[in-house]
């Protein structure tokens, strides 16, 4: 059978069709009811009149409820008035399930929403919502496979933090504590003496106890590795795959994006290459704007709000102090007080989408800053083996893709932007 979508067209005017999905609304008036069916490629009208119907199946019609699953056969007609421009004058149908009321109208609350969510990813807003994140997700992907890189996967319980302690989800494993995997960086770091470049995407877990409209506790993490590159160049391949992912969501949703508000000409502006501004002028821009930061401050989600306000394409926030960031990554021969690092924030207020760096490939210098950081270096003993066995200068990154879509989409909450969000207060449904 076909879509609705694939139906909608001059072609099929004249001729019987069959479409199936759910009633997505329905009213009649003056003998004749309009139905209007949705599935996952569109809506269309489907118009029933009662003087052209069995009395028992116009009534059936009439008193479908909301989300009832149907199929309609009938001659598909031009209707200026109708949602598509097209419409079926209806001469039988098929019930699958009819419900009375669906528990969803227009006018409800958040948490309700969020209660509702497995029903609630109908709604054309979600539907769009779902496509576009697929879109971001296999075009990701492409960018990658079209450029060389290998798809890894890497394990998600773990004996070691990537991103330091206070975020990390313990589980009982058999008696033993391990943790849900925070980034797959330090496994992504081994794969590169075999494969040189390569990606993955798995989701991360984060016990992240602050609220903000930014913050999962599980996420989708996009990472990828690459052998023989530095900061700088880590950056240019980064702003071209977003560019890459934006193109995409431009060409293949821009129905999608109409349908959320948000005008893809917006997006299609923002070219690389995109401003690379150190940390410490970073500073400079925010004390500009009024806010009290001074050179050490850690930039949270609202200082990248007002920050990222006064920007109209990413920029990458480069060369943060030694202290804000892991041990992982180098200082700046230049610059010892501060890495050779990079943050790309979204504009538009929604800050940071990736963090990446260079990493440290001396074994001397990496074993002075795990010893700094107070960290246990036998815990760490496979993440030092690599800087004893043929070690090399490398670049990585994460982008949150939950995040990415967040800002590609303009939502106002990252639990928007997927379809089960889990946050410090919600694990269901
Ligand atoms: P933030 O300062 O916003 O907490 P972070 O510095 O902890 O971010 P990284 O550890 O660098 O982030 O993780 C890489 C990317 O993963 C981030 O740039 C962001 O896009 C995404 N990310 C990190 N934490 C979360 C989270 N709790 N929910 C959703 N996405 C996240
Ligand atoms: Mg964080």
Request: aromatic share 12%.
């Amino acid at each position: 059978m076909l879509s609705i979508a694939e139906v909608s067209t001059k072609a099929y005017v004249g001729s019987k069709v069959s479409i199936r999905g759910w009633v997505y609304r329905i009213r009649s008036s003056g003998g004749v009811t309009f139905v209007v069916v949705r599935d996952s490629s569109g809506i269309i009208q489907c118009t029933a009149r009662k003087n052209e119907l069995p009395q028992d199946v116009y009534d059936e019609i009439a008193s479908l409820g909301i989300e009832s699953s149907v199929e309609f056969h009938g001659v598909l007609k031009e209707d200026k008035r109708s949602p598509s421009g097209y419409e079926i004058a209806v001469d039988s149908f098929r019930v699958y399930q009819k419900n009375d009321v669906f528990p969803i109208t227009k006018d409800q609350g958040e948490e309700f929403l969020l209660d509702n969510r497995h029903l609630w990813l109908r709604s054309r807003e979600f539907t769009s919502v779902l496509k576009i994140r697929s879109t971001i997700f296999r075009a990701f992907a492409d960018f990658f496979y079209e450029n060389g890189y290998y798809q890894v996967q890497t394990p998600f319980m773990v004996s070691t933090a990537v991103e330091g302690g206070s975020t990390l989800f313990k589980v009982d494993f058999f008696g033993e504590p391990i943790y849900l995997n925070q980034s797959a960086q330090f496994y992504l770091e081994t794969m590169i003496y075999s494969l040189e470049k390569v990606f993955t995407i798995a989701p991360s877990f984060r016990a992240e106890k602050s609220r903000t409209r930014r913050h999962l506790t599980e996420y989708w993490h996009a990472e990828a590795e690459v052998a023989w590159i530095d900061n700088n160049e880590m950056m240019d391949i980064e702003e071209r795959m977003i560019y890459y992912i934006i193109s995409r969501v431009v060409e293949e949703n821009e129905g999608d994006l109409r349908m959320l508000n948000r005008d893809p000409e917006i997006l299609r502006a923002m070219k690389p290459p995109y401003p690379r501004i150190r940390y410490s002028e970073i500073i400079r821009v925010a004390n500009s704007i009024g806010l009290p930061l001074k050179y050490g401050d850690d930039l949270g989600a609202d200082e990248e709000r007002q920050i990222t306000m006064k920007y109209d394409r990413p920029i990458f926030v480069t060369n943060y102090p030694k202290d804000l960031k892991p041990f992982y990554m180098p200082v700046d021969p230049e610059n010892p007080g501060e890495v050779l690092n990079h943050d790309l924030l979204a504009p538009e207020g929604y800050g940071e989408i990736i963090g990446g760096s260079q990493r440290i490939w001396n074994y001397d210098e990496m074993i002075q800053r795990i010893r700094e950081a107070n960290l246990d270096e036998s815990a760490y003993y496979w993440y030092i083996d690599l800087r004893k066995y043929g070690s090399v200068p490398h670049s990585g990154f994460g982008l949150g893709l939950d995040r990415l879509a967040m800002w590609v989409m303009h939502l106002d909450n990252i639990r928007e932007a997927i379809p089960y969000p889990r946050t410090i207060r919600r694990t269901k449904p």
